[in-house]
């Protein structure tokens, strides 16, 4: 192999990550909450749900024709369950997938009850070998017989990047004027049910619509952070979209009167940085067990169910309904000051008629995945400002911001990513 990038060698190709944590073997830990957001919140899941690269690529230019990546892979397995589907590498190649690529399984952490840690296997980082199509002539605008290169990250594991090998040279890739999607969700936007990285249905989205994702979606994690509004409002963006709803109500998390002050306050911060950015406010798509039940959500007869309350007027607990009736309220408050400001049902992404596609009762199978990528595409095509433009170069005032800290200092910062004001 002519060229080999080794650990902090790889960040310039990282793209979709917030950090960079130096790893065990080495390498390079993506991380989508930068350290100062992580400080903001104690919760053992979303530490875990961030750690998962969904949305984070090594985004290349070069005229080899292969690759050798080597890498270390950590996962969950609830004792007892058998072997987990590998873990899934996509490639992309001029805006094309061209290949998935599965992974060895790396370190394995047993859990039981309660998320409890029962047991740790470890293994070695290992080396997958990744054959690369030539490029097409023109496309992407590389000259030449290089291509631009995107090798998709795992969204359903964490990762440690050790090395990367090719034969022939390789460079990061340049901006290409693609423009840039900040979309912000619950695990339905994780896409966990997707079998590879490219399958979510942000990343169909991203891939047919030739625009550069940045996903924050967190498992059971959408919870309005203000830490996660302050990260969106300091992200370059020519489009916004956060889909709210479902994990207020999965972790009975937030009442009535908390939601919609604290949705306001999200969208402020979010307005601080991108006054005029389209922003689309999507509600939960259809959850029959939570439509008119609140959290929190528990497993009844092998499907998701609400909670059995025994509150006395209880009209403050949010369900599905009423998460929807509360963002509808704020984006009427908001409108007509902010025409940018948009409002999509998810109910005409995913409806009551497609729940047979939640395959746990609240997930969305794969299946269900590409018919909301499919859906929101049309969606997204008729709304005014919102159907794609490019040429945003970052937030407002952005220029005047210092650039977050970097976590060692003999590489450089994260492109993009500024440091969060208080």
Not at 235 to 249: M, Q, R, S, W
Not at 277 to 304: D, K, W, Y
Not at 314 to 341: C, F, Q, S, W
Request: proline share 10%.
């Amino acid at each position: 192999m002519s060229t080999v990038l080794d650990g902090p060698d790889l960040a310039p190709l990282v793209e979709g990550a917030a950090a960079l944590d130096p790893g065990e073997h080495g390498g390079l830990r993506p991380r989508r909450l930068p350290e100062w957001a992580r400080a903001q919140h104690d919760d053992p899941w979303f530490t875990l749900m961030e750690q998962a690269p969904a949305g984070v690529s090594l985004r290349l230019v070069t005229g080899a024709s292969l690759l050798r990546l080597r890498l270390h892979t950590r996962s969950l397995r609830p004792a007892g369950a058998g072997p987990a589907r590998p873990h899934t590498l996509a490639l992309v190649v001029d805006g094309a997938v061209a290949a998935h690529v599965p992974l060895p399984e790396g370190d394995v952490i047993v859990v039981g009850p309660g998320h409890r840690v029962v047991g740790h296997e470890r293994r070695d980082p290992s080396v997958v070998t990744v054959a690369l199509p030539p490029g097409t002539s023109g496309t992407s605008g590389i000259p030449g017989t290089a291509k631009l290169v995107e090798l998709l990250l795992p969204h359903d594991c964490a990762v440690e990047l050790v090395s990367l090998a090719a034969d022939a040279p390789v460079a990061p890739a340049p901006d290409g004027g693609a423009p840039r999607w900040i979309h912000y969700g619950s695990s339905i936007s994780h896409g966990l049910e997707a079998s590879s990285p490219d399958r979510t249905w942000p990343a169909r989205v991203a891939l047919e619509t030739g625009r550069r994702l940045w996903n924050l979606s967190f498992g059971g994690n959408a919870q309005l952070d203000p830490f996660v509004a302050r990260m969106i409002r300091d992200l370059p963006a020519d489009l916004i979209t956060l889909k709210v709803g479902i994990n207020l109500v999965n972790a009975d998390s937030m009442r009535a009167r908390a939601m919609l002050p604290a949705l306001h306050g999200f969208l402020d911060l979010v307005r601080d940085g991108h006054p005029d950015t389209p922003v689309i406010l999507i509600t939960a798509i259809a959850c029959p067990a939570h439509e008119h039940a609140p959290g929190p959500t528990v497993e009844r007869g092998g499907s998701a169910a609400g909670a059995l309350r025994d509150v006395e007027n209880d009209d403050g607990a949010l369900t599905l309904a009423a998460t929807r009736r509360i963002i509808e309220r704020a984006h009427a408050v908001r409108a007509p000051a902010d025409p940018n400001l948009h409002l999509l049902d998810g109910r005409t992404l995913l409806g009551e008629d497609d729940a047979g596609l939640l395959g746990d009762g609240l997930h969305p199978t794969e299946e269900g995945l590409a018919l909301i990528a499919r859906r929101f595409r049309t969606a997204l095509a008729g709304l005014p400002g919102a159907a794609g433009r490019a040429g945003t170069t970052g937030p407002a005032g952005a220029a005047d911001r210092p650039r977050l800290p970097d976590l060692r200092a003999d590489r450089p910062h994260l492109p993009g990513l500024r440091a969060g004001r208080p």
